[in-house]
């Protein structure tokens, strides 16, 4: 039957596909697995790396702005004796400004708003009202505070920090403060900057109204940001790290802490592309040291599935020649190293010798006459083939028993048989060894006699029927035959030729009288045979 799927595959051929097949996907399984792994380690660490950092960012912070509150605190105790000493004042403003470095301008305003002094004094507000936001809450409120960001009279975008000034009595008498240029060099902008990271984080500052007080690109300063979830987790009031999309749509790792001294928040953050560059790198690095072992097994798995397929292979080819005289040595030889191979190889040589014992019978069988288990017509034609290929000189003697039908009549079938059973066993007694003895019919023998004149035979068929006619055969008696004798070579006569000559010479023994034999007219004067 043909194979539904005609795929010309081998063993071998499976085996590797299968252990490459297995072998890849383990691979590609832990490069993915060791990936993900890797990945998620990264994203730990910079979740916690950011989330330190922006603890740390808002603990500098609220040194800062605590430190600018403290200078403030004691410049409002020096000033609450001498709030109307206009050079007092100039000193304590322009210290403030020059020698703590604080802030970008420092101010000293009255009950009623006015400024008494201003640094640098270059911003010209000396004598006139303050009635910006931060100056009017200063007012209003009376006590220490963090202005929320707004522009100021000269334009700026500004964080007012103040403290009250209160004379011996109590009595309110006006402010100190000092203002932070956001969108500016300072303080605060270089706290911020030198922490600044050059691997792709940055950070930014957020109050609660979701303005940004600091940001690395200046511009953005001042700008509000809604609908961003870090955002909204840090002015709750929450510290922690999260995954979050940022204002141009790119993925972010950020870490958040609110302040406590101000309702603001810090914010730093990473992209994904910079937080996972460097395992690009990383596994590459992995696939170079496991590309030697991966090929180191690819040879081994393909030297083991030669080794394996190899015998299966000889005992698979061999079958194609299970007939053949030399397939038992060649089975033989297959190296069957593993148990099924080797029990493939024992039934098969099982199974080669049967079959050639079946096929030997089976020719003998078909070159054999089942009664006498001599050799039929068709084994005297290969013979005579043989000999006449091999130039090999033979007499004929055509044997035929006498009045044969009167035994059948007289004695039945059966014991005709036996007659010609015995006959054969003569015959075969009398002949040598290598001469060829055939039934060719009922009662018809014929002799090959190799290299035999036709004299020789004769005298040997004289013995022959010498002794025939003195054997008895139970219960028939003795019998007697006749033989006609021709031989080969002889001049230019062909084989069937010949065997017509013995059967002519039979002939003429049957018409002279039986019980003789004769050798064929043409081979009268023939002594010897002679090749031709
Ligand atoms: N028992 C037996 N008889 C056979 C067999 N084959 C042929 N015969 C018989 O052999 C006989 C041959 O008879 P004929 O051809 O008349 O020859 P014959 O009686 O021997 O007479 P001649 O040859 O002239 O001497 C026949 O009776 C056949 O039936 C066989 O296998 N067994």
Redo the contacts with the bound molecule.
């Keep these: 039957m043909r194979s539904r799927f005609n795929i010309h595959l081998d063993l071998k051929k499976l085996i590797l596909c299968l252990a490459v097949s297995v072998t890849v996907i383990t691979f590609l399984n832990g490069f993915y697995s060791s990936y993900q792994v890797q990945k998620q380690q990264l994203q730990q660490q910079t979740f916690r790396n950011h989330k330190a950092y922006a603890e740390k960012l808002v603990s500098a912070t609220e040194r800062f702005l605590l430190a600018a509150q403290q200078q403030l605190a004691f410049s409002a105790k020096i000033l609450a004796t001498q709030f109307t000493n206009e050079n007092t004042l100039n000193q304590e403003t322009q210290r403030l400004l020059l020698q703590t470095d604080s802030f970008n301008s420092t101010v000293v305003v009255d009950k009623q708003g006015v400024v008494l002094d201003i640094s640098p004094s270059s911003l010209k507000l000396k004598g006139q009202s303050l009635d910006s936001d931060g100056a009017q809450q200063a007012l209003d409120n009376k006590k220490p505070m963090i202005s929320e960001p707004y522009i100021s009279a000269a334009g700026n975008l500004i964080i007012f920090i103040s403290h009250p000034v209160f004379n011996s009595k109590g009595e309110y008498l006006g402010y100190i403060g000092g203002s932070l240029y956001l969108k500016q060099t300072g303080i605060l902008h270089d706290l911020l900057q030198v922490h600044y990271h050059q691997d792709g984080s940055y950070l930014y500052v957020v109050d609660k109204n979701r303005r940004l007080l600091y940001h690395p690109n200046v511009t953005r300063i001042g700008e509000q940001v809604f609908n961003n979830p870090v955002i909204e987790a840090v002015l709750r009031g929450e510290s922690g790290a999260q995954q979050v999309k940022n204002s141009q749509n790119i993925m972010m790792l950020a870490g958040f802490a609110p302040l406590k001294i101000a309702p603001w928040g810090i914010v730093t953050q990473r992209s994904f592309s910079a937080t996972y560059a460097p395992l690009d790198g990383l596994m590459m690095n992995v696939l170079y040291r496991t590309l030697p072992i991966g090929l180191a097994t690819f040879v081994f798995i393909w030297v083991v599935a030669r080794l394996i397929s190899k015998p299966l292979r000889q005992l698979a080819e061999t079958a194609h020649t299970l007939d053949k005289p030399s397939t038992s040595q060649q089975l033989k030889q297959v190296q069957s190293w593993y148990f099924e191979s080797a029990e493939l190889r024992k039934a098969m040589l099982k199974g080669v010798g049967l079959l050639h014992n079946q096929i030997g019978l089976l020719k003998h069988e078909a070159q054999t006459d089942p009664?006498t288990g001599l050799h039929n017509r068709r084994s005297l034609e290969l013979m005579i083939d043989k000999l006449t290929l091999h130039h090999t000189p033979f007499s004929v003697l055509a044997i035929?028993?006498?009045?044969?039908?009167?035994v059948?009549d007289e004695f039945g079938?059966d014991f005709?048989?036996i007659v010609?059973q015995s006959l054969a066993t003569i015959i075969v007694d009398v002949t040598r060894e290598h001469d060829f003895v055939a039934r060719t019919g009922?009662?018809e023998f014929i002799v090959i006699l190799p290299n035999i004149n036709v004299k020789s035979a004769y005298m040997l068929a004289e013995r022959l029927r010498m002794r025939v006619s003195e054997t008895t055969i139970q219960p028939v008696g003795c019998i007697n035959i006749s033989i006609g004798i021709s031989g080969w070579p002889l001049q230019q006569l062909s084989v069937e030729e010949v065997l017509k000559h013995a059967d002519q010479a039979l002939y003429e023994a049957?018409k002279t009288g039986?019980n003789r034999s004769i050798i064929d007219a043409k081979y009268q004067d023939a002594e010897f045979l002679t090749l031709q």
């Design positions: 009664l035929d028993i006498d009045f044969f039908k009167r059948n079938h005709g048989d010609l009922g009662e049957k039986r």
